[in-house]
């Protein structure tokens, strides 16, 4: 979890940082493009005071500098606004690519902990396949040992041969015939 807050920490850092980096080249820019067009408005102004004063002056010579100088203030605004977005781009760029080599490092570490963890994982269970099977083969040995010998005493007890004792048998009494004809 700490690993999570450090990466969290670590993109706040950097983003505040491409903030900063940021904030000033658009304040750099600003600065510039203040300067710049307040140099073109007091010499816009200038000419149009000059225009006013000196009234030889053509009102064709007037319109043509007045537009040459919003055609600079509109060079002057378009460099700026492609200025900050180039520089904003680049930044941006460079942190998304800061931000995906930060993320691939952090998938790779995460993917040696899961490794890490599964070779764990794997070793418990080998060391419990182990106990298992030590005691399922002491086991199974004990059953054979057990079915031995009850088969032994089995085969012993019904495979004694058994005598007969034969006891001397009484001669039947044998019956005289009955005459009838006596008495």
Do not use: C
């Given at each position: ?10 993109f706040?850092?950097q ?6 980096i940021i904030?000033q080249e658009?304040?750099?820019?600003t600065?510039q493009l203040?300067s710049?067009?307040t140099a073109?408005?007091?010499?816009s102004e ?6 006013m004063?000196?009234?030889?002056t053509?009102n064709?010579q007037l319109?043509t500098?007045l537009a040459?100088?919003q ?5 002057a605004l ?8 180039a ?14 080599k930060t993320?691939?490092a952090?998938?790779?570490h ?9 070779d764990?994982?794997?070793k ?8 298992w099977?030590i005691a399922?083969s002491?086991g ?5 040992i057990?079915?031995?010998i009850?088969?032994a005493?089995l ?11 034969q006891q ?7 019956q ?6 006596q008495?």
């Amino acid at each position: 979890m700490s690993e999570v807050l450090n990466l969290a920490q670590k993109f706040k850092i950097q983003s505040e940082k491409q903030a900063k980096i940021i904030e000033q080249e658009v304040e750099n820019a600003t600065t510039q493009l203040n300067s710049f067009m307040t140099a073109k408005l007091q010499e816009s102004e200038a000419i149009i005071k000059q225009g006013m004063e000196s009234l030889d002056t053509s009102n064709e010579q007037l319109l043509t500098t007045l537009a040459t100088h919003q055609t600079d203030m509109s060079t002057a605004l378009e460099t700026y606004m492609s200025n900050v977005q180039a520089h904003t781009t680049k930044h941006l760029n460079l942190f998304a690519k800061d931000m995906e080599k930060t993320l691939e490092a952090y998938t790779q570490h995460i993917a040696q902990l899961i490794e890490q963890r599964e070779d764990r994982i794997a070793k418990v269970i080998k060391s419990e396949m182990k106990k298992w099977l030590i005691a399922a083969s002491l086991g199974a040995f004990a059953m054979l040992i057990l079915g031995l010998i009850l088969g032994a005493l089995l085969f012993n007890k019904f495979s004694k041969p058994s005598y007969i004792i034969q006891q001397a048998q009484p001669q039947p009494q044998t019956q005289q015939p009955i005459n009838y004809g006596q008495r």
